[in-house]
């Protein structure tokens, strides 16, 4: 089991550029979830998706879509990029409570 | 007022101490509660579990106090290995909803 898996690790982008992060599980999860990470801010939830064909916003959704491809994956997409949004993504996916997460994507916008 | 409140840290403690998170959080009616760890540049993982009779995993011990809505974690006998972040975490609503992260707290134990 490869569990959640994070393409790509790392990304610079211009202001402006669009761009998807792509999120996998194999652990058939009915859960997944966005996050994303900066200094100082903790974990902040941007988008989850309770069951595959529902999403819902989370604390920081502005800037960001996201699509449940399928029960599997779970894609992040950022239209236009912006400086602010310069920082480490996490995917997660649960079943119960517990949630397991991706290596994560370290994004800059320039 | 923040929802899961932590002391930041740094906590710099030598090898071989003992040494205690607090964690505050703000919903009286929180279900479940954790506690993460996060190495530097990685994701993450499930520490343990928080249980309202107080759990203990090894070196590790975790305690709820519903009425003050209160949660701790006891590292005793610190390993180098212990350094990293750890983070409280709650389950405010029942069942598989969203979890909320406290900021961490970050612990350096020193040889």
């Known amino acids: 089991n490869a569990g959640v898996t994070q393409t790509p690790k790392f990304q610079v982008l211009k202001t402006g550029q669009s761009m998807t992060l792509q999120c996998a599980q194999d652990m058939n999860h009915n859960s997944m979830y966005w996050y994303r990470q900066d200094p100082g801010m903790g974990l902040r939830l941007i988008y989850y998706s309770a069951s595959e064909g529902t999403t819902d916003k989370g604390e920081v959704p502005n800037g960001y879509n996201v699509s449940r491809l399928n029960k599997r994956e779970f894609s992040l997409r950022l239209e236009s990029a912006a400086p602010s949004q310069t920082s480490v993504y996490f995917c997660?996916?649960?079943?119960?409570?517990?949630?397991?997460f991706g290596p994560g994507t370290r994004l800059t916008v320039l | 007022r923040k929802e899961v409140e932590q002391d930041p840290g740094p906590f710099n403690v030598p090898e071989g101490a003992t040494v205690a998170f607090n964690c505050t959080y703000s919903?009286?009616?929180?279900?479940?509660f954790f506690w993460y760890r996060q190495d530097c540049r990685k994701e993450p993982k499930l520490l343990m579990s928080v249980y309202s009779s107080g759990n203990e995993d090894g070196r590790f011990t975790a305690q709820l106090n519903r009425a003050s809505q209160y949660i701790s974690l006891l590292i005793r006998d610190s390993k180098l290995s212990d350094s990293a972040t750890y983070l409280c975490?709650?389950?405010?609503?029942?069942?598989?909803?969203?979890?909320?992260f406290g900021k961490g707290t970050r612990l350096s134990v020193i040889a």
């Open positions: 997660a996916s649960s079943e119960q409570v517990e949630q397991f």
């Open positions: 919903n009286s009616a929180s279900q479940s």
């Open positions: 975490v709650v389950n405010f609503l029942s069942g598989n909803t969203p979890l909320v």
